[in-house]
C-alpha cells in the first residue's frame, strides 16, 4: 500500500523529493499518512477532494484484495 500511495503521490506533484508516506498497522487494518509540500497539496487533494477521494478508492480495491482495510490522510505540512 505505501509503495502504491508513494507512486500516486509523486505522479501528481512537481516536488517529488519532498512526498513521505508513513504506515502503521494495527491487524488487518493499514493506515497511511500522506505529506506533501504546501505548493503540491491542491494537487493532491484536488477539487472539492476529488483526487484524495479517487486515491482512497484505488487504495481500498488493492487493500480488500489482500484482505485488509486501508485509512489515508493527507496531512498538511
Known amino acids: 500500500m505505501k509503495v502504491l500511495t508513494e507512486f500516486i503521490a509523486k505522479a501528481l506533484v512537481e516536488n517529488t523529493d519532498q512526498v513521505e508516506v508513513t504506515q502503521s498497522r ?20 484536488g477539487k472539492n477532494g476529488r483526487v484524495a477521494n479517487a486515491v482512497r478508492i484505488l487504495l481500498r480495491v488493492a487493500a480488500e484484495r489482500e484482505g485488509q482495510q486501508v485509512t489515508l490522510d493527507v496531512l498538511e505540512p
Not at 27 to 36: C, D, S, T, Y
Open 26 to 45: 494495527q491487524g488487518n487494518r493499514v493506515r497511511l499518512e500522506l505529506r506533501v509540500s504546501k505548493d503540491d497539496m491542491g494537487r493532491v487533494i
